[in-house]
């Protein structure tokens, strides 16, 4: 019988400023709102990041940490790691429109400094030019930077100039040099040439193709998809599969795109059952999170922290979670692991950076690909910033979660398989 995986969450800290040397504090017992304990945690893990790359001192400022199992490439993907899965966690909240109230003030600056770092990214006479042209990495993180213009297309693409975008085309169409590995790898070439499909460039329709053939013959059931065609137990379903296939569906149905094998009627349909399938998932990592907010460590990449619930938050964002899944119920569970993870010392070193660890400061949790750039994924939890302050996500009172009522002796729905 094939099993499957759970993911892993991290989060990260409160700094009391980041002007302040990076110096960060843990948010322990942080007071105010649910939302503005979110925003303050997106603000501090995105502004070292953002703040450097716009002035095109990443490179130059960010303290770089490897595995002790590192593999010998090239360390500079660090920061295309970083920068892709941050933007694309942050991608919702960046595209609500400006206020005058804090969290507005943060999310404006957060913005103007992040449309400087697109442009850096992809200018070869910058520092912060990435590393597009070398190793088989950049395609994966490639993929997170085009999933984030597709999260917030008139923000975060329409704005750049002509130039960069012409720069970001290019690049994009030379990742083809690289082969993906017959895994999840397969949705990171898809999502790439999706974007394309999505802004009318030349795109590869059998990069996409191929890889919604084989997810969908690697569905095993109940929810999960096996990532290639062995099953192994770990959180790629969070990292990679469930939101990056139904992205790659979401924009042909968006395009008006028909498959070889399918009319578009089709395609519609497969998204729907799509969408039901990390419906299901949802409810499996809610049911996850124990009474006093932590989760089951297990499998690789542990240290992507918080990316474990990308789906979970991905369907409140989308306003698409089960009617199983209240949404004060959603917030206050995943509010519960973020308080429950910055409690511990050593998520931040000094500069304000991420380092390697599940809760704490963990190195030798990391695997043999792994750098700090790597766990910025742990921004995917914060899609929900997406939905503005007066949303019923955010307005709607607390609940407890599924384990804490059948925990606490309280009555609890019963679970059945999809």
Known sequence: MKRIFLFLVITVFVSSSYGQAGKAKIAKNHTGSD????????????????????????????????SPTWDGRDKRVTYMECFGRLMDGIAPWLSLPDDDTEEGQQRKQLREWALK????????????????????????????VASSF?????????????????????????????????SNWLLFSATVEAFLLSIDAQYDMYRIHSAIRKI????????????????????????????????VLEVLTQQKIR???????????????????????????ERLIAP????????????????????????????????????????????????RMFSVEGNFNDGGFLQLGFAGHQPDLADWYTNNGSLYITSEVFLPLGLPAEHSFWTTPAQDWTSLKAWSGKPFPKDHAH
């Open 35 to 66: 939302r503005n304990y979110w925003t303050s945690l997106a603000y501090q893990i995105a502004a070292p990041v953002l703040r450097n790359m716009s002035e095109g001192e990443l490179a130059k400022n960010m303290q770089v940490e490897i």
């Open 259 to 285: 498959l070889r094998d399918k009319n578009l009627a089709t395609v519609q349909k497969n998204l729907e059952t799509v969408r039901k399938r990390m419906q299901r998932f949802g409810i499996i990592l």
């Open 216 to 247: 969908e013959e690697w569905y095993v059931g109940d929810g999960w998809y096996s990532d290639g065609e062995r099953f192994a137990f770990d959180y790629y379903n969070s990292y990679v599969i469930q939101p990056m296939y139904t992205q």
């Open 292 to 339: 006093e907010g932590s989760f089951p460590v297990f499998g690789r990449s542990m240290t992507y922290r918080l990316g474990v619930f990308q789906p979970l938050s991905l369907l409140a964002w989308r306003e698409q979670l089960p009617q199983e899944l209240p949404e004060g119920q959603v917030r206050a569970a995943l509010t519960c692991v973020m308080k």
């Open 150 to 182: 597709l999260r917030a297309p008139q923000q975060l693409w329409q704005p750049l100039d002509t130039l960069t975008k012409q720069r970001y085309i290019a690049e994009f169409q030379q990742l083809r040099r690289i082969d993906p590995p017959y």
């Open 117 to 144: 770092a697109y442009a850096h990214a992809v200018d070869p006479d910058s520092p912060d030019y990435l590393l597009w042209r070398k190793e088989g990495q950049p395609l994966v993180d490639a993929a997170y």
